[in-house]
């Protein structure tokens, strides 16, 4: 999409904290564009992993040592701060105290028209969220679980994060055997016989980065204005450019080939305005013929129209070598063509 300073449509904050931006009132986009979240109140990992397991020990016949009960008590009044001093993410698997940590908290993009100073959403087919945070992907686990049974016949399946796949042979600045490759996430077929080889397959979620200005500068045009629902006062796009040819393809190119000898899948998931923006892609009709499951996902209005939900709209299954020609998006022009564009470029020079 071209940047036309001039033009009526601007893309502009779809969802901000989870909530629907045009449908907040102006009080609470006057008090979300204010909100500066307390980075230095939450927990680290090691922290929430460590509050986890001795919730867990808590609640169980084994009784907590002195020190575990100190510790225990230390991380909850943590937790009661940093839920205190941040905003909630209500995106994050099924967790209902997930905290966002996504600077400004824009969970994605929507396509306005202007009329006055007032942002009026786009209702034809570009009228759709383009999701920002790969963490939208996650509402109410639904991919998961679709992924689950579609692939795996387990709609509940478990669960692994960011499991290291490729090992370096050692440079002579890195040592062998170092981790140097992850697959994301990992979804593992539960209740099978102890004897019986593993089932999993691999996900990838892909959301789109953004250019133009970062979205400061419409929190404060938006505080200015008194939480105003203001038309965009920059231009920016989704960049499929940069999210598609130059960050995912990488990484199917790298991931799916070992996959593919394993006999594993890999599905990727994006939005539907994300997958429309590639190429053409020759599709295959069943999985057991593709590398890839593409799942397609859109977010319509929930019924009390003051957020929106995820829901699967459709799949595709492609070959790696055809889903490399659909993010590549692009067709070769003439020789002549790409000659004379030289020749202007060196004319220029003159």
């Given at each position: ?55 867990e020990k808590a609640a169980s016949p084994s009784p907590l ?189 790298i991931k799916v080939p070992p996959l593919r000898r394993w ?88």
């Open positions: 999409m071209t940047l036309d300073p001039n033009s009526t449509r601007r893309f502009g904050i779809g969802e901000w904290y989870g909530r629907s931006f045009t449908d907040l009132s102006d009080d609470e986009r006057l008090a979300l564009a204010r909100f500066k979240p307390d980075k230095k109140a939450r927990l680290s990992k090691t922290e929430r992993d460590r509050l986890i397991a001795l919730e040592k002195a020190a575990e009960t100190t510790r225990l008590r230390d991380l909850r009044q943590k937790k009661e701060r940093e839920q205190a001093s941040n905003q909630i993410c209500p995106f994050k698997g099924l967790s209902v105290d997930a905290i966002c940590t996504k600077g400004g908290g824009v969970c994605s993009l929507r396509l306005y028209e202007k009329r006055g100073d007032i942002a009026i959403p786009i209702e034809d087919e570009r009228g759709g969220l383009r999701a920002l945070c790969p963490s939208r992907f996650h509402e109410r686990n639904a991919v998961f679980q679709w992924a689950g049974e579609s692939i795996l016949g387990d709609a509940n399946p478990h669960l692994v994060g960011e499991v290291g796949f490729l090992e370096s042979g050692g440079t002579i600045d890195g040592s062998e055997g170092e981790d140097v490759g992850r697959i994301d996430m990992v979804l593992v077929k539960r209740n099978l016989p102890a004897d019986h080889p593993m089932q999993w397959c691999a996900l990838e979620i892909q959301a789109v980065y953004f250019s133009g200005p970062e979205m400061k500068v419409e929190f404060d045009s938006i505080a200015q204005a008194g939480g105003a629902k203001l038309f965009p006062t920059k231009l920016r796009r989704p960049d499929y450019r940069s999210s598609g040819p130059k960050r995912l393809m990488p990484q199917l190119q006999g594993k899948k890999m599905v990727v998931v994006v939005d539907t305005a994300f997958f429309e923006s590639m190429g053409p892609m020759e599709s295959v009709p069943e999985i057991s013929n593709a590398d890839i499951a593409w799942l397609l996902v859109d977010f319509v209005k929930s019924a009390d129209e003051s957020r929106f939900e995820l829901t699967v709209s459709r799949t595709v299954f492609t070959t790696l070598e055809r889903a490399i020609e659909g993010l590549t998006g692009g067709t070769p022009v003439p020789l002549q063509t790409f000659e004379e564009r030289i020749s202007e470029k060196l004319s220029s020079r003159s």
